[in-house]
């Protein structure tokens, strides 16, 4: 693992997380997440708190955050499906109206998404196509991605590789070509899964910590990194 490993290595596809990797959404999504907490009379966890909570899917969020105990800060507390159904309920009408409201690209996003044009460039997330769309779109960036497989559009999501494997659908290129960006252990699992190239991105909404024990093949402490990484086609 290294800065310097794949400098000047040719990529061949780009597969791009989104939360954490593209754009800085943890405050829209914890913040829906306390609202959800309010709905059940408890108190608001502090937004670093839920942040932390974020990468598993919608479900996973709700869970951890219901169940999150804050006089102990146990965060395994067992949710009882109807509240979890309820939960899902309230969160999706929350978020849906507010997942804008402070959510921004990471600095250098556009540069790096034009500068690598002429690639396929993919997005894999977990993040549900309800939200998934609507920020793209707003953000101005929808346009950028031959292909996009959200969270509820497959069985098998991140960390499992096949989620990787969908996107790629119709892309001719080697497994060992595509370049895997993103802030989780879930992005790093995938990608080493398919066998492709491993990004761990240290500025999104993972602590940096975690990503350096997933073991990526190189980490990034901003998305314009890629392209000193990477060369462009003419």
């Keep these: 693992m290294g800065k310097g490993r794949y400098k000047g290595r040719r990529a061949a596809a780009f597969v791009f997380d989104l939360d954490g990797t593209l754009i800085d959404s943890g405050e829209d999504i914890a913040r829906s997440a ?9 108190p608001e966890l502090p937004l670093p ?39 899902l309920s309230v969160f999706r009408d929350h978020y849906g109206r507010h997942l804008l409201d ?23 997330t977990n993040k549900p196509r309800e939200f998934t769309d609507p920020i793209l779109a707003g953000l101005g960036i929808r346009d950028a991605f031959a292909r996009i497989i959200a969270g509820d559009e497959t069985p098998a999501r991140k960390p499992d590789p096949e989620h990787l494997r969908r996107v790629l659908e119709g892309t001719p290129v080697a497994c060992e070509e595509v370049v895997v960006v993103g802030d989780s252990p879930n992005d790093i699992a995938a990608a080493h899964g398919l066998g492709a190239v491993a990004v761990g991105c240290t500025y999104g909404l993972v602590e940096p910590g975690r990503i ?15 392209s000193a990484l990477f060369p462009s086609r003419a």
């Design 212 to 226: 350096r024990v997933a073991g990526p093949d190189l980490l990034i402490d901003s998305i314009g990194e890629l």
């Design 102 to 124: 402070h959510t921004r690209l990471y600095p250098g996003v556009l540069e790096v998404l034009m500068r690598f044009r002429a690639f396929p460039l993919l997005l894999a």
């Design 49 to 87: 708190t839920v942040i932390g909570f974020v990468g598993d899917g919608v479900e996973m969020l709700m869970r951890r955050a219901l169940g999150h105990e804050t006089k102990s800060g146990n965060p395994d507390l067992p949710v009882a499906p109807e509240r979890l159904q309820d939960a």
């Design 34 to 42: 306390n609202f959800v907490r309010g709905h059940f009379s408890l």
